[in-house]
């Protein structure tokens, strides 16, 4: 890679600074290679690949300790008085704030509180109530080391004795994208070091409402879960019974008296849709999304970004509702009688590529179209902006560009320099007034088509990743064509477990999401 | 007499468009039942090729008249099958020539075509029959601007004007006068 | 024509010549008050024209969308527009097929409000849109890349419904203004003279004119008939084919052409009231054509409630969840107080037109009919936003929307555009037509025991 700036790297710096001649690199390889004269370049690559030089070490057998189960845990002492007990918590995505420069990382909403761009506190309702605070309330904690202002989120995953602020923000310096952004949850804290060394990071405060009032940023929607089929969850013992071919999540709701018009009409149906298909032999494309190993963490959404040039819209856009995520995650609490959190799923939502798209007829100019392997092609030249695609999507994951994002010193500017850099030069960057969606990372189908028909074959499985299964920690995403017997997706797909969101509408969507089993049912899970 | 207002055009337009007045006997009259008698009374002395001022449309004129239905229904019909066939061919054709698929319906959809067929014969209708008048009331109407007018025949006066030589002209001024009209004149 | 011997004789003063001199007084010299009023549509365009000019260089972003409310105020104008022009067409041209005498004193009023009003509505779909300078590439032009619009969309039929509505509910008001500026140009002096000369296109009143021009004006009103039936049912259709719940619905097509007339015959109201006050057209506009126009926003407005009430009846009955929250959420959620206005000023509100004594008090019926302005408006604001901000498929995405500045912007600079136009008809072409009110007054007779009078 050529220099982004007029730099070099601190080994340069060094060899140079001592009158010494030629690079690091080779200064760093000459050293090695008296080594390991032997087979330098295998050796040198294999070192890189895996990221240092290890060696294996011996396996011992170890045993629990049995005074293990003598240790015991003191119940946190009541709160006396105005104090409350304050716990900071490290960010999910900023962590201590290293991240909080990066505009990828402030947009992301953290997984639980779906937040993005700013800090705040969890209130239980019900200490909230009993200090009359509504959401976006600003509060004052004062801890005998310092005091800082929250805005309150109310949520039942906090304990009403409790309130909890996640550290990450509220940078004095760093760089525009941290500075001065909310408020800081480490002057809280002490920076005396505990007995085992680190900090505390649970603080006694007093909780003041200071009258002031900020809205928060969040992407958080409506739970009502209308039994539509959005998340399905499995409870392990039925899971556990489960066999290859069962379908738990394919109601059957016909009663028999209407079976035989419903199946011929059903037969007809299906002529005609085929009329409609490309003919010939193609892929088609599909994904899909294990919710079991879901964990909501929201690589797969930055990787997305990442990956499509996708731009950053700010606090003050994102407030609005305008955000391009074309992958989100939404998180449903999984509650109990009482509304009490028992664990959430979380369903990462993006386009479902349907077969029978209802975005694409409603496009005057075939922006929206289908293209032969199943995809649902977004053409942003011919784009004119009517809309009319998102309103007729059920799933509601198009996305507008309202500003130019990528115009030079505009005000809502996504790619300032040089953030320019980061732009994959396979895809576009879109003008304002176009619509936009997940493509399957086309340029990546693309890629491996071409690739493949170089070297004279087809197209494996495998071949081909998107951004977002590539980046998943859990491997909860996997691409493939579902056309492929053999492929790992067409395996996934008629899992027991999966299920298509919304297969009621007859969209026939690409993606089957596998439902989340957890250990007991709930009475609500979204 | 005044004539409506004309605009002065250059040669050779002028004599296409505002040709020389053509000889003949104007009546004037104020009532429709006297309108209706001179009509009468002209036809039945064989004059056939003479205009009648109104400034409403009546029945009792069109009936004295005995015209034949205006041929403007022709080009509506016309004009509406024309459209009906154009929104047929452009939406087939147009699908046909750019197949793309969307929403797994097929490429020709018939029935969303129909819209744009109704609104093509609707569209075409319409501009046919504006064309069928203008071409019949400003082309096929005969001497038209050429007539002797007066301008209260759009106001309250009904008039009627006899195309004639100056030598034929009195018998006819003696029949308008008789009918009932209030004022009689040469041009 | 009806004729009784037994029918009392017309009152002395409405013969030809008062009609005429009556409605050609209408196109004398302005007042102060008309150039103030005019002065005031012309500032309303100009803010919308700047507004405009902001929403093409920095984006839509400056009107309130939030996702998922991708439709929002600048459609519901487009609706509101177009819902008015219909009764226009209703009144000149069902009217007409219909022989309903009383049309012709207020029909050309009504006709010009269809004509600027679709000028209007025109305007939104083309300001609406992300990239409003390709707005032609909805339009099946040849072009050397081969691309043809999707006639599949319900966009594509919008524009081939507005574009025909535009076309010939113009040629059809174009028509019938040739016999009246002719009659005006015969007593005009000066540039209007010339004026009317021009646009009269030569018309004399000759019996083969007539006799074409009263065929082809029957045949325009044939076709404008099923035509204005049909643009709202399209209108409707950019909705109903949706799966949004809330817009899908077969009970569309009907709902929005009973609301087209019911808020344009309110809007004929609300212009004809000043108009016959300000040009003193009291003998030619009568309360009773006003008492018509009741009895059409009455009938048309409880086609509308009957509509909402099987609207919310078959969300019930059917038992669908999402079609059952969609109209939860409109009643009782967020935007309450829009869906309660809309119930209230079109399903309560046309009740009072059942008493003769509001019908025939005319400040009683131009207040109903602000408000039957405010109620429809209203609806089509109900109908998108709160459906797409409601959509109850996808939970996640539940928005509040705003609207801010711009669409205010681009909405008054439509009010100003509308009456701008209307303003420079009324004063510079007969807004009665006078031709057609000379037609149902009984012809001057000689023998005046065999005259009758139409019964209007």
């Known amino acids: ?526 | 007499m005044t004539t409506h207002l004309r605009l002065p055009l250059p040669k050779p337009l002028q004599d296409i468009i505002h040709p020389p007045p053509t000889p003949g006997v104007l009546g004037v009259f104020s009532y429709l039942d006297t309108t209706v008698d001179a009509i009468k009374k002209l036809r039945a002395a064989g004059h056939t090729d003479f205009t009648v001022y109104s400034p409403v449309p009546r029945h009792e004129i069109e009936d004295a008249l005995g015209q034949a239905v205006s041929p403007v229904r022709m080009f509506t019909l016309i004009g509406g099958i024309a459209g009906c066939a154009i929104g047929a061919w452009l939406t087939l054709w147009m699908s046909y020539d750019w197949p793309i698929v969307v929403g797994g319906k097929p490429v020709g959809s018939v029935p969303p075509y129909v819209v744009i067929m109704f609104e093509m014969t609707i569209l075409f209708g319409a501009l046919s029959t504006i064309l069928g008048i203008l071409f019949n009331a400003a082309f096929a109407a005969r001497r038209l601007g050429t007539v002797q007018y007066d301008e209260r025949f759009t106001n309250d006066r009904f008039g009627i004007f006899v195309p004639t030589v100056s030598d034929k002209a009195s018998p006819v001024e003696k029949l308008l006068r008789d009918a009932g009209a209030e004022e009689v004149r040469r041009g | 024509m009806a004729e009784t011997t037994q029918a009392p004789p017309p009152p002395s003063r409405l013969t030809y010549d008062y009609v005429t001199r009556t409605i050609a007084r209408t196109l004398g010299n302005p007042t102060r008050g008309y150039f103030l009023l005019l002065g005031a549509a012309v500032g309303l365009l100009a803010l919308g024209i700047i507004t405009l000019l902001f929403l093409i260089r920095y984006g839509l972003g400056l009107a309130g969308y939030s996702h998922p409310v991708y439709w929002a105020v600048f459609i519901t104008c487009f609706v509101f527009w177009v819902g008015i022009a219909h009764s226009g067409t209703l009144i000149s041209a069902i009217l007409f097929l219909f022989r309903s005498g009383w049309r012709t004193a207020v029909y050309r009023t009504a006709e010009a409000m269809t004509v600027f009003a679709v000028m209007t509505a025109g305007l939104f779909p083309l300001i609406h849109i992300g990239r409003q300078w390709y707005f032609y590439w909805l339009i099946p032009y040849p072009n050397e890349r081969g691309l043809w619009p999707n006639f599949k969309s319900p966009l594509i039929w919008d524009e081939f419904a507005i574009g025909t509505y535009f076309t010939v509910s113009t040629v059809f008001l174009i028509m019938g203004l040739i016999p009246d500026i002719a009659a005006v140009r015969d007593l005009a002096t000066g540039w209007r003279k010339k004026l009317y000369a021009i646009t009269a296109l030569g018309w004399t009143g000759a019996n083969e004119q007539w006799r074409h021009y009263t065929r082809g004006y029957l045949y325009l009103a044939a076709l404008a008939t099923p035509l204005v039936l049909s643009v709202h049912s399209v209108v409707s259709w950019d909705f109903a084919m949706a799966i949004v719940p809330g817009w899908h619905a077969t009970l569309f097509a009907p709902y929005f052409v009973a609301g087209a007339i019911y808020s344009g015959c309110g809007m004929v109201i609300t212009l004809l009231t000043p108009i016959r006050k300000l040009f003193q057209l009291e003998e030619v506009i009568t309360v009773h054509h006003f008492e018509n126009l009741a009895k059409l926003c009455l009938l048309t407005g409880s086609i509308v409630s009957f509509s909402y009430l099987t609207e919310n009846f078959v969300a019930w009955f059917s038992g669908n969840p999402a079609e059952r929250a969609a109209f939860w959420y409109r009643a009782f959620g967020p935007y309450w107080w829009a869906s309660w206005t809309m119930n209230i000023c079109n399903g309560l509100l046309p009740w009072l037109l059942w008493s003769k004594r509001v019908r025939t008090n005319i400040t009683a019926l131009f207040v109903i009919s602000i408000f039957v302005n405010i109620g429809m408006w209203f609806e089509r604001y109900v109908i998108i936003v709160v459906s797409l901000a409601g959509e109850p498929y996808t939970t996640w995405t539940n928005a509040v929307y705003n609207p801010t500045w711009a669409d205010w912007g681009i909405m008054a600079g439509s009010f100003g555009w509308f009456f701008m136009w209307f303003l420079l008809f009324v004063k510079n072409f007969p807004a009665v037509a006078i031709s057609e009110v000379k037609e149902v007054l009984a012809a001057p007779m000689r023998q005046k025991a065999r005259a009758g009078v139409q019964h209007t």
């Open chain 1, 1 to 526: 890679m050529q220099p982004v700036f007029d730099t070099r790297p601190t080994g340069d710096v060094i060899l140079k600074l001592s009158g010494k001649t030629g690079t690091f690199e080779d200064y760093l390889q000459g050293k090695w290679r008296a080594k390991h004269a032997t087979n330098f370049d295998q050796y040198w690559m294999d070192s890189l690949a895996k990221g240092g030089i290890y060696t294996e070490a011996p396996t011992r057998a170890v045993r629990l300790a049995p005074s293990l189960s003598r240790i015991s845990f003191a119940a946190p002492a009541a709160s006396g008085g105005q104090d409350q007990d304050v716990i900071v918590f490290p960010h999910p995505i900023l962590h201590d704030g290293r991240g909080a420069n990066k505009p990828w990382l402030q947009e992301l909403p953290d997984p639980v509180s779906k937040i993005a761009w700013h800090s705040w506190v969890e209130v239980h309702p019900d200490t909230a109530a009993k200090w009359g605070l509504a959401t976006g309330d600003l509060i004052l904690l004062k801890s005998s080391f310092g005091a800082q202002k929250f805005p309150a989120w109310i949520t039942r995953s906090v304990r009403p004795d409790v309130l909890a602020v996640p550290t990450g923000q509220g940078h004095t310096a760093y760089g525009r994208y941290a500075k001065d952004r909310s408020a800081n949850a480490f002057e809280l804290l002490g920076a005396q070091a505990n007995d085992y060394g680190g900090r505390n990071f649970g603080v006694r405060a007093s909780a003041t409402k200071t009258g002031e009032h900020r809205k928060i940023v969040t992407t958080e929607g409506g739970p009502r879960e209308l039994g539509l089929g959005t998340t399905e969850v499995l409870p392990l013992a039925r899971a556990k019974a489960l066999h290859p071919g069962d379908h738990p999540f394919h109601f059957e709701e016909t009663p028999e008296y209407a079976k035989e018009a419903v199946e011929w009409w059903g037969e007809r149906q299906h002529e005609k849709a085929s009329i409609g298909n490309y003919r010939g032999e193609h892929p088609r494309w599909g994904l899909a999304i294990d919710l079991s190993k879901c964990t909501g963490c929201g690589a797969c959404v930055t990787a997305c970004y990442a990956e499509n040039n996708i731009a950053t819209v700010g606090e003050e856009l994102m407030q609005r509702g305008r955000e391009l995520s074309w992958m989100r995650l939404e998180r449903y609490w999984r509650t109990d009688e009482h509304g009490n959190p028992q664990g959430a799923v979380n369903e990462p939502m993006l386009c479902q590529q349907c077969g029978n798209a209802p975005c694409e007829p409603v496009c005057p100019v075939y922006a929206a179209y289908h293209t032969p392997d199943g995809l649902n092609g977004q053409v942003y030249n011919r784009c004119v902006g009517t809309r009319y695609c998102s309103n007729n999507c059920p799933y509601k994951v198009r996305y507008f560009n309202w500003y130019n994002y990528a115009e030079r010193g505009g005000q809502y500017e996504a790619f300032p320099e040089p953030l320019s850099m980061l732009l994959n030069p396979d895809v576009t960057v879109r003008e304002k007034g176009v619509m936009e969606k997940c493509t399957f990372c086309v340029q990546r189908i693309r890629g491996a088509q071409n690739q493949a028909r170089l070297e004279n074959r087809n197209v494996r499985d495998g071949d081909i990743v998107t951004a977002c299964a590539q980046t998943c920690p859990s491997e909860a995403i996997v691409f493939g064509d579902l056309n492929d017997r053999n492929s790992r997706v067409f395996e996934l797909a008629g899992n027991p477990r999966g299920y298509h969101v919304l297969a009621g509408l007859n969209t026939k969507p690409a993606i089957t999401y596998l439902a989340r089993v957890v250990a007991h049912e709930t009475p609500s899970h979204g």
